[in-house]
């Protein structure tokens, strides 16, 4: 049985002869948060539709749990829940009537079952209000209820931190941790870098329908690290100890007391703050600063549009 719960093959979707999605080709693995990062206009959104069937592809190929979306569409669908863009509620019923509306298009879904997923997203205490009272982020909680009332193996979400407030944020990551936890692969789709970051387990970097390149969040945080120190003393011979130290490292000077200095994960930070006291250079402050995915995500896309200008410029 394979490890992947989605995977997408060479994908590709033409609208007036161009290219929104282009060969995009990705895997989610079970039990993992993974998100598709990229900006607005991306192709995210078109993506995910293709997934669930709202839209055809041109060409290429989507598997889930390796039944194909294309042949296979009504099982396939039947191992997924999604939320796109906003999730669909009846505003002048209570978050339960809706919860029990869904269930009843859905196969064998219980009243226990309803009663674990709301308390899975702690809507207990708000279950029986009206949904026109529920804030933004009580409103998605709801819509994620509805996408896993059927116990699928894969969650979608499309934007799913626009217009949270920093705590529905906040609840909603661990949601999807928990999900993942036990066993069920979230694919979410943002602009936003920071909530990636803290939210995923890998990014695929999407630019103009095309992937850029898929990262392990630890990858891009832990590989690179930059180490500010503070010294009060000569920067040059600072400058010059950290060459001879370490000599893949890059330093710069900053005013006139901090050195910046960039180098892999294993950046000997003691050996170095040793080696400038032993040279009579007074250190009053450390801080390590690890590539952010921010970092990664501008680095990578600047690179990448600047490769694809310089292909254009050729022709």
């Known amino acids: 049985m394979s490890e992947f719960t989605l995977e997408l093959k060479n994908v590709t979707k033409q609208m007036k002869k161009k290219n929104i999605v282009d060969d995009l080709s990705f895997s989610v ?17 078109t993506t995910i539709r293709m997934i669930v069937g709202l839209i055809s592809m041109t060409s290429g190929e989507v598997l889930v749990n390796g039944l194909s979306v294309k042949k296979d569409f009504e099982k396939a669908m039947a191992h997924i829940g999604a939320i796109v863009e906003n999730p669909q509620l009846y505003d002048y019923l209570t978050g339960y009537k809706n919860l029990m509306q869904y269930a009843r298009i859905l196969p064998n879904i219980t009243k226990e079952r309803i009663q674990e997923v709301i308390k899975l997203v702690d809507l207990e205490a708000a279950i029986h209000h009206k949904v026109k009272t529920y804030s933004l982020g009580m409103r998605q909680r709801l819509g994620v209820a509805q996408a896993l009332l059927h116990k699928p193996s894969l969650l979608i979400l499309d934007e799913p931190t626009n217009g949270l407030d920093p705590q529905g944020i906040y609840e909603l990551r ?20 920071a909530e990636m970051q803290m939210m995923c387990d890998r990014v695929a970097i999407i630019q103009q329908g095309k992937l850029i390149e898929i990262n392990e969040i630890t990858n891009v945080t832990d590989n690179e690290i930059r180490v500010e120190f503070e010294i009060d003393g000569d920067l040059e011979l600072a400058r010059k100890i950290v060459a001879e ?71």
């Open 29 to 45: 693995r079970k039990g993992e948060v993974f998100g598709l990062l990229g900006p607005n206009g991306a192709g995210k959104t």
């Open 174 to 193: 661990n949601y999807l941790r928990e999900l993942a936890n036990n066993g069920t692969s979230v694919l979410v789709s943002s602009h936003m870098l």
């Open 245 to 315: 130290t370490v000599p893949d490292a890059v330093s710069e000077t900053m005013g006139t007391t901090i050195l910046a200095v960039q180098a892999g994960a294993d950046l000997p930070i003691a050996g170095l703050n040793r080696q400038f006291i032993m040279a009579g250079l007074d250190v009053s402050g450390i801080h390590r600063k690890s590539k952010t995915l921010e970092e990664k995500f501008l680095e990578t896309t600047s690179k990448k549009g600047g490769e694809t200008n310089a292909v254009a410029a050729s022709k």
